[in-house]
């Protein structure tokens, strides 16, 4: 498994927020959770790629709107954000070779933070970011290599992942009223995490080894009792960003490819 990861821009500070009367977000303090989060990804996979800073992006660290990986697939994204569609040709030109790369046309709309794969199925928000035609690209890409794409309504949140993950193929973690659990009968086991940690239904998982944001011991205890290993990361910096931590990465599996050095060898 190999992580791409893109560094905190300079120009964080203005990195669209939903809530614009809120502090503006702090980049030094951004850039040494990044740096924290980078290093726990890289216990977690073989590889931590680095797609190069842009520094003229604002949200260019929230790489994982930018594309989605599945079964051998890429599809590059154009972000349901106008300011943001000019990230997607530096993550593209980093994504491993084996990769089969698709291009989302306009005026399709799609943010990886909708996506949230669990096995065969691709479960997708319908967001702000999102639309219809963006799902129907979703499907046309990974419907012929074996993904089933199920559309969620999303509301009340920026992305279907800000309050939902996949902990593995079979279980995932949803934050208690923000979707129907019944939307994974026959898909996989949900673990519920309470309301008020909603935020850290967001993890990052490889094998048994879970990422959780720092300051929430309920969800901590939830995955210790079923049998994970969790590592807190404190990411309460780029949460004022309306980033989580799934959002700074993208997971590629098949790690063969050796055209790009480690920033973690
Ligand atoms: C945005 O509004 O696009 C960024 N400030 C936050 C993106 C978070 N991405 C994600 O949850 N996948």
Redesign the pocket.
């Known amino acids: 498994m190999i992580a791409l990861v893109r560094p905190v821009s300079k120009a964080f500070a203005h990195?669209?927020?939903q809530d614009p009367t809120g502090c503006r977000p702090d980049p030094d303090r951004a850039r040494a959770e990044h740096e924290a989060y980078v290093d726990a990804l890289a216990r977690l996979v073989d590889a931590v790629i680095e797609v190069p800073a842009d520094d003229e992006a604002p949200?260019a660290c929230?790489v994982?709107?930018t594309v989605v990986v599945a079964g051998g697939r890429a599809l590059i994204t154009r972000p349901g954000?106008p300011s943001?569609r000019g990230e997607v040709d530096a993550v593209a030109a980093a994504l491993p070779a084996h990769l089969e790369v698709h291009r989302m046309r306009a005026p399709a709309t799609l943010?990886?933070?909708d996506v949230l794969r669990v096995g065969r199925t691709l479960f997708v928000g319908r967001s702000g970011r999102t639309d219809a035609a963006g799902v129907e690209a979703l499907r046309q890409v990974f419907g012929p290599v074996g993904y089933k794409v199920v559309e969620v309504s999303v509301r009340d949140a920026?992305?279907l992942?800000?309050h939902a993950s996949a902990v593995s193929d079979e279980v995932v973690l949803l934050a208690e009223g923000f979707a129907d659990p019944a939307l994974f009968d026959g898909v996989a086991r949900v673990l519920t995490v309470h309301p008020d940690d909603a935020y850290a239904a967001n993890i990052v998982a490889v094998g048994a080894r879970v990422l959780v944001a720092d300051g929430f011991p309920r969800v901590v205890d939830l995955l210790n009792s079923h049998g994970f290993d969790p590592m807190t990361v404190p990411v309460g910096e780029i949460a004022r960003?309306?980033?989580?931590l799934?959002?700074l990465s993208v997971l590629v599996s098949e790690a063969e490819d050796s055209r790009w050095p480690s920033v973690h060898p």
Not at 241 to 244: C, E, F, K, M
């Open positions: 990195a669209l927020v949200d929230f994982e709107d954000a943001r943010d990886g933070g920026l992305h992942k800000c960003a309306d980033g989580s799934t959002c």
